[in-house]
């Protein structure tokens, strides 16, 4: 395990959890939330500072604090944003792609359905459900 330098790295990651969490969701309204959740910490976002990081520019603010809570507010664990673990970062690389390939099939499940006349009904979002739990099973804790 490292520490996370490369601003670049650090774009590219920061982008594609905010993609995956939040795809519709703009810069402006992205800096607005971050604003918002750090609001008393003494970091006050501007917008060059968000456009810097989530374009990779060199030497932008990265404070551990600032990163923290753009992990929670995504709901990453902060060291993707912080550190290079290959097992850690490929799992959460796994996890956004399966997040955005579920976001795809809800959205092509409700266009066949409207496109179709059919109803999109609850059985088969359940039979859905149940499949992805038959081969996907949730761990107990």
């Known amino acids: 395990m490292g520490i996370l330098h490369d601003p670049v790295e650090l774009s590219r990651r920061v982008n594609r959890v905010f993609s995956a969490v939040e795809p519709e969701m703009s810069r402006e309204a992205g800096l607005a939330v971050i604003t918002g959740l750090l609001a008393g910490s003494g970091h006050v976002p501007t917008a060059q500072w968000w456009n810097n990081l989530l374009d990779g520019v060199p ?3 990265r404070r551990p604090e600032v990163l923290d809570t753009l992990a929670r507010w995504l709901d990453v664990d902060a060291r993707y944003f912080t550190h290079t673990d290959r097992e850690r970062d490929d799992r959460i690389e796994a996890e956004l792609d399966l997040y955005r390939a579920l976001r795809e099939i809800h959205a092509r499940l409700m266009d ?21 739990h038959k081969h996907y099973p949730t761990p107990r804790r």
């Open 59 to 61: 030497n932008s603010v």
């Open 112 to 132: 066949a359905g409207i496109q179709g006349g059919r109803e999109v009904t609850a059985r088969l979002i359940q039979e859905l459900t149940a499949i992805l």
